[in-house]
């Protein structure tokens, strides 16, 4: 892949104003992602019971179709944003899966929800990474990360959308109105970017710009070239499946385990995901504002140490049988859940050249959402069936089942960590940016 170094005009850079505005409307945009991904998650059990299925077969309507048609679209998807108009496709996005959202709150059967799940899949696909790839073109390589980490905040805030507010919503009217009361507000910020969002030069901060389009194959080629980038995305897809794998089924448990009704268990966790989420996600994003942090490896170093030390609290949270003692596991093992998230994009974005970024995105995304929409949601349910042997799924086959997921943890810290012994070298050949620090 040919590229050239050239001096962009500040004058296509935004302005310090419309960076930010634009970082805190793709926020709100990633808060609307998550919480219509996963308020399915909330009301599981009552879709559940309502169509007569067992926990296998609500963790494939639930999960798995949204995500087998996510992860076909992203990748074209991406491919056409990295070529033509970001603000375009992420705008009809928004529009496409809000819609579904809805109409996921009108379904009368089982394959009208499996329709609509469907259709959330599709619209999600053209979300993030055009996201990703307009915020890394307002801030600078160094401030990346921290950017990132601020978008990042809109995972805390979605999940206490999905949990808190849909298990109220669900609680005082039916699990359908958690539907529409996520999916009807998006179709107004669909409205909101696509005319108030201006679609910036891609590059103009980089000190590296490639001059060539290159083809799916080029980037699927210099991702693998780029080690580090390759364990940042299994390092951050396994994340995904440790710690968004278990949430997927805490409401569930939580139920089950504790005689909680679907508003309960929502707000047990809610609050933890919009405080504990933010805390830890702003105290990362301030930190890696901090100059010592413009090392990247120190960025990985960060991560795979916060992971590591949170996997033990995410077994613990499910082994008890003490609603005190598993309140208190949640509030040091669900802010981890999101930490890591916005430095992950942040690092993919300073690995890939300008023409690539919605793709190596789009390919994070590709591997996290098949594992923890797919195999995590799946497998747990179908381990939950199994350790029932033969009776109605419970507390103790679910427990069991989460108590199998929950030392993913240590594999994610372990592909972080491996990440950090090429990144400087892997950062300077996609975009010049050479800053790092000797030990």
Known sequence: ???????????????????????????????????????????LEPIRLELKLNDAGVAFLTGVPLALFYVS??????????????????????????????????????????????GVGVGEAGGTPPSTAIVSDCFPPQRRPMAMTVLALGAPIGAWLGADMAGAVAHAFSWRAAFLA??????????IVYFT????ARGCLDARVDDVKPTLWDSLKFLWRQRAAFHVVMGGGVCALWGWGL?????????????????????????IHLWGGSIATVATAWLLSRRFMSDPRRVVWLLAGGVAATTVP?????????????????????????????????????????????????????????????????????????????HATDA????????????????????????????????????????SWSP
């Open 73 to 118: 679209f992203g990748i074209p998807i991406s491919w056409l944003a990295d070529r033509s108009n970001r603000r375009n496709i992420l705008a009809a996005s928004l529009v496409i899966w809000s819609a579904f959202t809805a109409l996921c709150g009108t379904s009368r059967s089982y394959w009208q929800f499996l329709a609509s799940r469907i």
């Open 182 to 191: 996520l999916g009807v507000p998006g179709l107004v910020v669909g409205l």
């Open 314 to 390: 995410s077994l613990l949270a499910y082994w008890t049988h003490t609603l005190w003692v598993s309140k208190l596991m949640f509030c040091v093992f669900i802010p981890a859940i999101y930490f890591y998230i916005g430095p992950c994009f942040g690092l993919l974005n300073n690995l890939a050249p300008c023409h690539m970024r919605n793709m190596f995105i789009a390919i994070c995304l590709l591997v996290a959402n098949i594992l923890n929409l797919i195999v995590a949601p799946w497998v747990v349910g179908m381990l939950s069936d199994w350790f029932a042997a033969g």
């Open 247 to 271: 949430i997927y089924w805490t409401p569930t448990f939580l139920q089950r385990a504790y005689s909680l009704d679907v508003g309960q268990a929502g707000a047990v966790t809610g609050n």
């Open 396 to 435: 103790e086959s679910l427990r069991a089942a989460l108590m199998v997921l929950a030392p993913t943890g240590f594999w994610a810290a372990y592909h972080l960590y491996l990440a950090s012994r090429t990144i400087v070298e892997d950062q300077a050949r996609a975009i010049g940016y050479t800053k």
């Open 197 to 200: 969002v201006r679609e910036p």
């Open 1 to 43: 892949m040919a590229t050239t170094v050239v001096d962009v005009p500040q004058t296509r850079a935004p302005s310090s104003i419309e960076r930010w505005y634009v970082l805190i409307l793709m926020c709100l945009i990633y808060s609307i992602n998550i919480a219509d991904r996963y308020v399915v998650s909330t009301v």
